[in-house]
Structure formats: C-alpha cells, structure tokens
C-alpha cells in the first residue's frame, strides 16, 4: 500500500522560505519509472502543479515558480523535499505531495492528505 | 501552456440521475487525459487515466471518453457520495495543468 505524508510549517512570514517534507512508503524512490510530485491549492481555488522529481533524479518544474522552487529527495529515508522561497500571501495553500509511475497510469496517484500553509506577518 | 478549461463551474442533480462533465484543452492532449475527485477536506483520488480507464477501486458508474480537445466525464447514475468537486489533468505538455474544477452538487 501507497501512502505519502506531507509536513512542515503551517504559518511563515513573507520573504520567508517554505521548506516541505514529504515522507512516503510503499514505493521506492530509486527507479526511473518513479516520481513524486508537488501540487498546491488555494483556498476555494483551482490545482497548481509545482515540481516533479524522478529516481534517476529527473527533475521538472512549473516555469511561473521555477526561480523560487527546489525540489530534492533522499532516497534512504523514503523523503522528497520542497523549498519555496520568499512567501508571499499568494502561496498561501494547501500542499499535496503525490505518486507518480510510470508503468501504471502515469498520473498522481496516490495523493497525501496535504498541509495547509498560511503565509502572513 | 496548456489551459484546460471544464463545464460547467457547477452542476445541480439529484441522485439517480446522470452527471455529465467536460473539459476542453486550449490545445490537443491526444489522450492524456485524467479526472480526479476531491472532496471537502480530502486529498484529491485518481478516478480516470489515460481518457477512460478506470483507477483501481473506481465504480463502472464513472466513465471517461472523447481525445484531442474535447473530454468528457460520465457519472451514469448518482450516488449520494459522488457528490464533489471534479478536476481534469493533463499531461501530455509541460508544463502539466489542471482544470477549474466543477462542482457536483445536490438539487
């Protein structure tokens, strides 16, 4: 069974850095086939895809935040790590990490619960 | 990039009846299409993949169908779970998008 678990702060300032874990099991993130991705929602708004990393280390970006974002992963404990800098209000959302393989459907499948990330002073 | 944009914003029904949803795609997508169901408080779930193959687990009432530009999702006949918001993804370019979303919701 799949399962993925984000964390991190619930609350920054802006100019902050957000810096979001996501620790799953189930899978392992040392294949090519294999990847996790990052996707946020605002409050009563629409799905934004932010990063995807591959085993093999293959990393893709949303070009509107690509400046800002870093997308890492350890493979021997099972985490990929997301790193926003300066916060803004506008990031204020809820973050989803997600499964990726490419040998089933291809898609983000299964989601964690996500973490809701309030940016404010 | 890729603007996937779905019909309507909300849709009224009661239970029993059928859901028809759409998204449409600013560009061609071929078939990578997915839908996702997200209810209140939850994590999005992979319903539909690949235009109109079933996830794992997902009832023979959900269907997918159409290619190209134009998608549709089909809800044969509502059950009082599946009322929720419906998101389309594609992945066919990069950067990867979703749509709106439409919400499903009791008449």
């Known amino acids: 069974q799949i399962t993925l678990k984000e964390s991190g702060p619930t609350l920054v300032k802006p100019t902050q850095t957000l810096t979001l874990t996501c620790t799953f099991s189930?899978?392992?993130?040392?294949?090519?086939?294999?990847?996790v991705g990052w996707i946020r929602q605002p409050p009563g708004k629409a799905l934004e895809w932010l990063a995807l990393?591959?085993?093999?280390?293959?990393?893709y970006y949303s070009p509107s935040l690509e400046s800002r974002l870093t997308i890492t992963k350890d493979t021997s404990k099972n985490q990929v790590v997301l790193m926003l800098t300066n916060m803004d209000p506008v990031d204020t959302a809820t973050y989803y990490c997600?499964?990726?393989?490419?040998?089933?459907?291809?898609?983000?499948?299964?989601w964690g619960q996500g973490t809701l990330v309030t940016v404010s002073s | 990039e890729i603007v996937l944009t779905q019909s309507p914003a909300t849709l009224s029904l009661s239970p029993g009846e059928r859901a028809t949803l759409s998204c449409r795609a600013s560009?061609?997508?071929?078939?990578?299409l997915a839908w996702y169901q997200q209810k209140p408080g939850q994590a999005p779930r992979l319903l539909i993949y690949?235009?109109?193959n079933r996830a794992t687990g997902i009832p023979a009432r959900f269907s997918g169908s159409g290619s190209g530009t134009e998608f549709t999702l089909t809800i044969s006949s509502l059950e009082p779970e599946d009322f929720a918001v419906y998101h389309c993804?594609?992945?066919?370019?990069?950067?990867?998008?979703f749509g709106q979303g439409t919400r499903l919701e009791i008449k």
């Open positions: 997600a499964h990726r393989d490419t040998s089933d459907s291809n898609y983000f499948d299964p």
């Open positions: 993804h594609q992945r066919s370019n990069w950067p990867i998008t």
């Open positions: 560009q061609s997508v071929g078939n990578y």
């Open positions: 990393i591959y085993g093999h280390d293959f990393r």
């Open positions: 189930g899978f392992s993130l040392s294949t090519s086939r294999v990847g």
């Open positions: 690949g235009t109109s």
